[in-house]
């Protein structure tokens, strides 16, 4: 009722789309913002351990990490090196121009 007499027409259609897009990002925002379930057995996991134990367990897994990624690294630095073989002598003797590559 009181929406007619601060925003009349246009600007209430205006209106009532703005706070709908408000809520719409609220939801989204909480849905993002929760909990997540393995999060919570973690904490209860780390909760009986002791601080030493639950920095070494989380100092490991960041080791972990970033021997996989290095690997991936490694994998691809490799693949790349092999891709960049010099040509051979049969390769010129055949007029092989390299465009294939």
């Known amino acids: 009722m009181w929406g007619d007499v601060f925003y009349p027409g246009e600007l209430m259609k205006a209106a009532r789309q703005q706070r709908y897009d408000s809520e719409r990002r609220d939801r989204r925002r909480s849905r993002h913002n929760a909990i997540d379930p393995y999060d919570v057995v973690m904490m209860y996991r780390f909760q009986a351990m002791e601080p030493e134990k639950v920095r070494a367990y989380l100092e490991g897994c960041e080791e972990m990490a970033a021997a ?5 690294l490694e994998e691809n630095v490799n693949s790349w090196r092999e891709s960049l073989v010099p ?15």
């Not at 996989?68 to 991936?72: A, T």
């Not at 010129?92 to 590559?101: E, F, I, K, V």
């Open 68 to 72: 996989r990624e290095l690997k991936g």
């Open 87 to 101: 040509l051979t002598a049969n390769d010129t003797a055949h007029g092989s121009d390299r465009s294939d590559l």
